[in-house]
């Protein structure tokens, strides 16, 4: 296996935790798979900035599930990758402190070994355009 497949067969097995996260609020297959210097970058709110370590990460990721308490639905549009990074683009929607929720999102991971050492997220549309 090259190093560009081991890095997309890793990314893709982190997305699929990441998504289970996301609809469920339960991280924990997601958490296993981060690297403990695991960084991360969001663009918004409470957590907007960098944030290093993955104790930061298990602050951020069940915040995340109490925003959306009823979970958030994937749809998986298009993914990049090289030796390192894997983006993945998705539209996702659901209920937002009660109220509809729909936006479009980037996430970028960065892959060491088996598991993930950064993550990053980019988003705007907040459901304006299909």
Not at 29 to 53: I, N, V
């Amino acid at each position: 296996m090259t190093q560009s497949d081991n890095t997309l067969t890793v990314a893709h097995q982190a997305f699929k935790h990441f998504q289970h996260g996301l609809a469920t609020g339960e991280w924990n297959q997601f958490l296993d798979m981060l690297t403990e210097d695991f960084s991360f970058w969001f663009p918004a709110g409470k957590y907007h900035g960098l944030h290093k370590g993955k104790e930061k990460a298990r602050e951020f990721f069940p915040y995340v599930s109490e925003c959306f308490k009823d979970g958030l639905t994937v749809t998986l549009d298009h993914v990049t990758s090289n030796e390192t990074t894997v983006v993945f683009e998705f539209r996702d929607e659901g209920l937002l402190f009660g109220e509809l929720y729909k936006n479009r999102i980037a996430v970028s991971f960065d892959v060491r070994g088996n598991q993930i050492c950064s993550y990053r997220e980019y988003f705007g549309s907040n459901g304006k355009s299909n």
